[in-house]
């Protein structure tokens, strides 16, 4: 059969190969990139706000010193759980959903390389936060050991949910690594013709590195996480001292996934700026190679800097100025990424839609974040900080007003493709506004707590810190509501607006905006060739 008839058929309205399956089925057996990439963002910022209820309720209960709404236990329940539904359900699955969107169409692929594989790799995410989420259900209540699941609280003193936790972690973490294994495959396989690795857009230099430290550090947190559960239940003592075990090996491990998981969910992030910085500023990204040797050089360092979460266990002092070396070394990289947005806007002819509005937000607050990781790089001052929220606001800069922030950013700027509509700018500008003032009022002031020895995953805490905490609860309420925002702006795109153009960002460059808007449902029949 030749083209021309294939076309035929196309046009006549048999949609059996061209279009998507009917009712649930579509989105249940779907292997097509942009569904699995509308479900990832869905089910992402349905983590979003189930994370940030329960930042609501930590928030809260620090709104006066005292213990007011919740017992000790079930505050530390939500603070381990904030963490973990905000980093494993809204930050990665959020960049995954773009990933999946944006990678094919940005390479001229016509689809990702497993898509039965990217199919499962979404699938088995929402059972693993139903195991999550239903053991804060159990008697005895939810993981209350933080985020990072130290031992002995997560072995010793741990509730009986540690299993459902452990098992939650170790189903996120095969979707990760097939998530991962997919975006190598489909980057080094199924770029258009002529698009050479130093003409692959930021946003997928980005991806493919994250991938590769996704498939080398999410192994590292299985084996923590399991020998958590056979410390727990079969009697091991990997971190049991009594036992010939160690609890710092514990702090080791964790960190040496931890922390290239703090790069994980950036590096995307600094992909997305670099799409946006130069569409808005009407130029060419400035220093192009040196972005890409400077994402790839701090994807090699981060697996150097771990045990600077670990400065006050006791190290030898040899180790202590290396790991505070290293991660000072870990700034150059990123701040010629920074360097290079800047000198891309220089001179540029810029305008300030709401993707740009959101970029400039993430240069900006990102920098302060990564500042105060310089402050905390340094050993002896580190000790000074360490479990206050001097820590709390350091990275909560880089993951909300950095990782959220540019996911955000992402959304606004391809949103028209996604649904062929332009979105309310008036809206998506008072979205902006209140995000960006409420994000500061909420986690500035947090900087002077921590200086002044307030310590983080406490309920309660001395008088002297009530004013401080009533402001940033109530920056903190404010934020929250203003993500109400973002919903309207999104349901209202989804129904209908202004029609999109192709282009609809005069100064966007790339092959996803050579396409129509909505985005068709297989976008390249025929590799386009780039020149």
């Known amino acids: 059969m030749d083209r021309t008839e294939t076309a035929d058929i196309h046009l006549t309205g048999d949609e ?57 236990n079930f505050f530390n329940q939500m603070t381990t759980m904030h963490g973990l539904v905000m980093i494993f359900g809204a930050v990665m699955p959020s960049f995954v959903g773009l990933a999946n ?4 169409m940005m390479i001229g692929a016509p689809d ?21 989420l239903g053991s804060l259900f159990v008697p005895g209540g939810g993981p209350n050991f933080g985020w990072t699941f130290y031992a002995p609280l997560s072995t010793t003193y741990g509730p009986d949910s540690t299993a459902l ?30 698009m050479t690795w130093m003409k692959l857009p930021m946003f997928c230099w980005t991806w493919f590195i994250t991938a590769f430290l996704l498939i080398a550090v999410m192994p590292v947190l299985a084996g923590a996480a399991t020998m958590v559960l056979t410390d727990k239940y079969f009697g091991t003592s990997f971190f049991e001292a009594a036992g010939g075990g160690d609890p710092v090996l514990f702090q080791h491990i964790f960190w040496f996934f931890g922390h290239p998981e703090v790069y994980i ?9 670099s799409a946006i910085i130069p569409a808005f500023s009407r130029k060419r990204l400035f ?9 790839a050089s701090i994807a090699g360092l981060s697996f150097l800097v771990w045990a600077h979460h670990m400065f006050t266990v006791g190290m030898p002092v040899a180790a202590e100025l290396f790991f505070m070396y290293c991660t000072m ?97 008036r809206l998506a500008k008072w979205h902006f506004w209140c995000s960006v003032v409420s994000v500061n009022v909420l986690f500035f002031p947090m900087h002077f707590l921590g200086l002044g020895g307030m310590p983080r995953r406490i309920p309660d805490y001395s008088l002297q810190f009530a004013d401080i905490n009533a402001l940033v609860s109530i920056g903190g309420f404010a934020f929250g509501l203003s993500q109400l925002l973002l919903l309207a702006v999104v349901i209202k795109c989804i129904r209908g607006g202004a029609k999109a153009e192709a282009s609809p960002w005069e100064g966007a460059e790339g092959l996803e905006w050579t396409v129509l808007s909505p985005a068709p449902y297989h976008t390249f029949d025929t590799p386009p060739e780039v020149k």
């Open 287 to 295: 220093g192009y190679a040196s972005m890409v040797y400077a994402t």
């Open 329 to 425: 070394l870990i700034s150059v990289p990123t701040g010629v990424k920074v360097f290079n947005w800047v000198a891309t806007m220089w001179r540029g002819s810029i305008s300030f839609e709401v993707p740009m509005l959101f970029a400039l937000a993430f240069i900006v607050l990102f920098t302060i974040g990564g500042f105060s990781g310089l402050m905390l790089a340094i050993t002896p001052a580190d000790f000074q900080y360490h479990d206050t929220y001097f820590v709390v606001a350091h990275f909560h800069y880089v993951l909300v007003t950095g990782a959220i922030f540019s996911v955000l950013a992402a959304v606004y700027y391809w949103l028209p493709k996604w649904t062929g509509h332009m979105f309310d700018e």
């Open 101 to 104: 969107w944006m990678i094919p």
């Open 16 to 72: 059996h190969h061209h279009g998507p399956a009917r009712g649930i089925g579509r989105w249940l057996f779907t292997t097509n990139h942009k569904d699995i990439g509308t479900m990832y963002l869905l089910f992402s910022l349905t983590m979003f706000f189930v994370g940030g209820a329960m930042a609501m309720v930590i928030r809260a209960e620090l709104f006066q010193p005292g213990l007011q709404l919740v017992e000790p």
């Open 112 to 132: 990702m390389a497993l898509p039965r594989m990217n199919n499962w790799s979404f699938w088995i995410l929402p059972f693993a936060f139903v195991l999550m």
């Open 265 to 273: 969910m950036i590096l995307p992030s600094f992909g997305i700026i």
């Open 165 to 194: 936790f452990v098992f939650a972690i170790h189903i996120m973490g095969i979707s990760s690594i097939m998530g991962a294994i997919n975006v190598i495959v489909t980057i080094w396989n199924l770029r258009a013709p002529g």
